[in-house]
C-alpha cells in the first residue's frame, strides 16, 4: 500500500504517519492484535487520549489498508479486532522501495548525485554491495 502523503520535515515513521498514527501502528507492531479499547488504554496511560480519536484514527489506519480489522459475536458480544496488514520492516522497506524509486524515475542522475554525496555516511557493508554492483554494471554490454 502507499502512502499519500510523506512529511519531510519530520523524522522516521513520522514522515510516514500522523502522532496518533504512529503511536497506535507502533502500538500494534509491538503488542500484535488488539481491540481499539486495549489500543487505548496502552496509548492513554503515556499520554492522555479520548477513545473516541483513537476509534477513528484506527478506522482510518483500516480504511487506507494499513490495518486488518477482524470480528467476532454479535450485538453486545460482538468484538472487533486490529492487526497491522504487515509488519514494521515490511512496512518500512516498501515505502523506502517507493520513495526511492520515484525519486530516480523523476530526478535520475540528481538523485544519484546526492547518494553519493552521502556514501560516507553509510554502513560500511552497503558500500561494499554497492561497489560489486557497479563492477556487475561495468561488465555488462
Known sequence: M???????N??????????L???IME???????LTIKQV????????????????TVMVRLSDKGHLHK???????????FFSPTQDKEQFIIEQTKMVTDGLVEDFGSLMVSH????????????IERLSKKLDELKKKP
Open 21 to 23: 498514527e504512529t503511536k
Open 70 to 80: 477482524e470480528s467476532s459475536g454479535k450485538g453486545r458480544g460482538k468484538i472487533t
Open 27 to 33: 502500538t500494534l507492531w509491538s503488542k500484535g492484535r
Open 10 to 19: 519530520e523524522e522516521g515513521l513520522h514522515r510516514f504517519f500522523g502522532t
Open 2 to 8: 502507499k502512502v499519500k502523503k510523506i512529511n519531510l
Open 40 to 55: 487505548h488504554e496502552l496509548i492513554d496511560n503515556e499520554s492522555p487520549i479520548s477513545l473516541n480519536a483513537v476509534m
Open 115 to 126: 547518494l553519493v554525496d552521502n556514501l560516507d555516511k553509510a554502513d560500511p557493508e552497503l
